[in-house]
């Protein structure tokens, strides 16, 4: 299979790009900036006739879309870029998908929803995003839907990942516990972490079937940011005294929504495995990878 992967050199995009390589997999990575693939992996969503040429030129056989403003909070202060990029993005490789026939992987986020369920979301939950980044995403998996028949969008929820190029919570966490500074954490907001690697498997998964829908990708179980942060100092082998706090301590820009844990309900019910509790991946990536490289 030849695929072509926007966002290629993104959290996401790096660990799908290589687990694809060792699956027999044709992979095809394209970013905002070169991403390695001849003649030129240089590739912006938002550039039609780019992207018409790119589908000519590589004659892919599917299309996982990851590239994506993803900054929360820029997104609520540039909403209009925030939908040019994600949701007119989206809709351009869409309506190439409809025109070639292309199965099209788009991930989302669980931040679709509005967290006043007090369960994990599953897939028969109505979204209601209360952010610009949210409602960018949410608009852009209806015009998949509408659009391309063969669309598997996969929703996503706190993800974790990317090695040494990590900036994200986990190394963040990690960094300033060994620079001497304190851990607080908030304990009033829940969601279910997602390993890149999990989240990449689950992709490449979907696509050796033709069971087309909407899949809740994330690693089973949730949790709050201050459980999280002290399985991350637990399974780092460091010391430290981790505190919860509340969000109200954090303005920040953009709103998030109190709970966006999901459950896999979807793949369940259509006999895809399940995805693994957060913990042990958790625990997997610092040992295997973070650990490794930056202890
Ligand atoms: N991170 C999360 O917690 C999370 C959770 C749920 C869902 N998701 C979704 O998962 C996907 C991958 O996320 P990620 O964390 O890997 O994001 P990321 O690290 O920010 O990667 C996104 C990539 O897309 C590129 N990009 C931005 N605008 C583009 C454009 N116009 N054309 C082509 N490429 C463009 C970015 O380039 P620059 O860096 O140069 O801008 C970046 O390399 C996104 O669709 C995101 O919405 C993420």
Known sequence: MKLLVTGAQGMLGRDLVRLAATRNVEVWPTDLAEAGSAPDGRLDVTDQPGLKAAIDTFRPDAI???????????????????YLVNTVGTENLAL?????????????????????????????????????????????EQIVRTLVPKHFVLRAGWMFGGGPEDKKFV?????????????????????SPSYTVDVSQRCLEVLDTDRYGT???????????????????????????VQPCSSAEFPLPAPRPRQEGMVGLHAKLVGLP??????????EYIQSTLIDVSG
């Open 274 to 283: 399940a995805m693994r509790p957060w913990r042990d991946s958790l625990r």
């Open 215 to 241: 899949y809740h990708s994330a690693n089973e179980g949730c949790c709050s940011r201050y459980e999280m942060a002290r399985a991350i100092v637990d399974f780092a082998g460091l010391e430290a005294d």
């Open 96 to 140: 190439l998908c409809a025109r070639h026939d292309l199965p099209l992987v788009y991930i989302s986020t669980g931040s679709v929803f509005d967290g006043t369920k007090a369960d994990p979301y599953h897939e028969f939950d109505d979204p209601a995003p209360l952010s610009a980044y949210a409602r960018s995403k949410w608009q852009g």
């Open 171 to 191: 190394a963040k966490m990690i960094d300033r516990v060994r620079s001497g500074g304190s851990l607080r954490a908030v304990d009033d907001k829940f969601g």
């Open 64 to 82: 996982a879309h990851l590239a994506a403003m993803t900054n929360v909070d820029d997104c609520e202060r540039f909403p209009e870029r925030a």
